[in-house]
């Protein structure tokens, strides 16, 4: 059964304080691991789609990298406003999402 | 706006009255997805469309669920004979070949 897993399941960091949120999958024919950002009562916003081992993608401060079993989405220098849930999905014969990591970032 | 737009944006019903929840999607996608989300938990979910097709229905929609998309345009999700266990934001998201684009959703608090 394609399975999605996330951790930590809440981060509370400091403003400036890097970190990295994990996501690991099983999936039978990845076709592609995707980030999402959800903000409360609003419907999830996507970020990144990442499609093979080693690939990476950048937005402000945010990096997504993929390995063959687990995705990480490095958060540096974070600020107030990226508090958020971010969720990760791999799509394979559907889109199989994580339960999400709740980040709060103080001033 | 030619994002994913959902209607309405909040439901309040009782228990055992039916409602129905409507799905516009991005014009030119021709996949349209339905998630069930509840609080702490990512996205569940329920069923997909490859335009008016509906392909597949996860085991979460019981027969008190049904979803239709007429013509391949927009969608509707009806749960009849609500529950409190119903009570959950029904997110509606199109495709056309990679990420899933989601609208606000639609949020249902059964009574």
């Known amino acids: 059964e394609d399975q999605v897993t996330q951790s930590p399941e809440a981060l509370r960091l400091q403003e400036g304080e890097s970190s990295s949120l994990n996501c690991s999958y099983t999936?039978?024919?990845?076709?592609?691991l995707f980030w999402y950002r959800q903000d409360p009562g609003k419907g999830p916003e996507f970020l990144f789609t990442?499609?093979?081992a080693g690939e990476e993608k950048e937005k402000e401060r945010l990096k997504a990298t993929l390995t063959k079993k687990e995705s990480f989405l490095h958060i540096t220098a974070p600020k107030p406003e990226d508090s958020a849930t971010y969720l990760c999905?791999?799509?394979?014969?559907?889109?199989?999402f994580g339960p999400g990591t709740r980040l709060s970032v103080l001033p | 706006d030619t994002g994913v737009s959902q209607d309405p944006r909040h439901k309040i019903t009782k228990r055992g009255q039916n409602v129905t929840f409507r799905c516009d999607p991005i014009?030119?996608?021709?996949?349209l997805y339905w998630y069930r989300q509840t609080l702490g938990q990512g996205p569940e979910f329920l069923t997909y469309?490859?335009?008016?097709?509906?392909?597949?229905k996860s085991r979460l929609l019981s027969d008190r669920f049904s979803a239709e998309r007429p013509k391949g345009s927009f969608s509707t999700l009806e749960i009849q004979r609500t529950e409190q266990g119903d009570s959950a934001m029904y997110l509606c998201?199109?495709?056309?070949?990679?990420?899933?684009?989601f609208g606000e959703g639609s949020r249902l608090t059964v009574l």
């Open positions: 999905a791999a799509g394979g014969q559907n889109f199989v």
């Open positions: 999936v039978s024919g990845l076709r592609g």
């Open positions: 990442l499609y093979s």
């Open positions: 014009s030119e996608h021709n996949r």
């Open positions: 469309f490859q335009n008016e097709a509906q392909l597949e």
């Open positions: 998201a199109s495709v056309e070949t990679g990420e899933l684009f």
